[in-house]
């Protein structure tokens, strides 16, 4: 295990379980990363990037793989993207078709996704997943991936690991609590970002 795999698999374990976006070893949310880092990344040329930029956010890893392919990528090419910038896939509902879109897990790993489900927290999927791979192959897979926080009870470590989330979103997901329904989250929030931009926020959140 080279020296990164070996501290991300460690920082997988060590981090609280309660952390519900993986922790990124190397790969970027695509919905949130800078047009300078998408410029970076494999297959990726200044027009498809700015046309990228222009049609976010996507609202799963299968919108923007359609994406790219109407950008005249080859599955291929798009797969070596998604070693570097993704749309986490929620754990708890993503499809097969989701799931297979994280470079290197295949049918196999999406039966074993939706077979423990419902996940809770990152030491579950540390142990079950841990079942078939190794833990450095455990920390590479869980950065593709997210479980939903209850917005209502999550900690400010929790809700920061959300994409694009800083101190004043925090300040604004804290300030209308209790939450208490998807409806009221999208009218509170909606008061300080577009529509758009709610509904990628909202993928990361539950209200219970």
Not at 129 to 146: D, M, S
Request: charged letters at 20%; hydrophobic letters at 45%.
């Amino acid at each position: 295990m080279g020296a990164i795999g070996a501290m991300g698999a460690w920082l997988l374990i060590a981090a609280p379980a309660s952390a519900q976006v993986g922790k990124s070893l190397e790969v970027v949310d695509a919905n949130t990363a800078t047009e300078q880092v998408l410029l970076a990344a494999p297959s990726m040329t200044a027009p498809v990037v700015k046309a990228l930029i222009a049609a976010r956010p996507f609202n799963s890893i299968v919108d923007l793989n359609k994406f790219l392919l109407s950008q005249k990528l080859t599955q291929e090419q798009a797969s070596q993207f998604y070693g570097k910038a993704f749309v986490h896939v929620n754990l708890n509902t993503g499809t097969a078709e989701e799931i297979m879109l994280i470079p290197g897990a295949g049918k196999r790993m999406a039966h074993e996704f939706e077979e423990y489900r419902p996940w809770r927290n990152w030491a579950q999927f540390q142990k079950e997943i841990g079942k078939y791979v190794n833990q450095q192959e455990v920390a590479r897979l869980a950065q593709y991936t997210f479980i939903p926080i209850n917005i209502n009870t999550a900690s400010d470590a929790d809700i920061q690991t959300i994409p694009g989330v800083g101190a004043r979103m925090l300040h604004e997901f804290k300030e209308y609590r209790p939450w208490k329904s998807i409806e009221h989250f999208h009218k509170e929030i909606g008061k300080y970002v577009d529509d758009k931009e709610v509904r990628r926020l909202a993928r990361y959140v539950v209200i219970q």
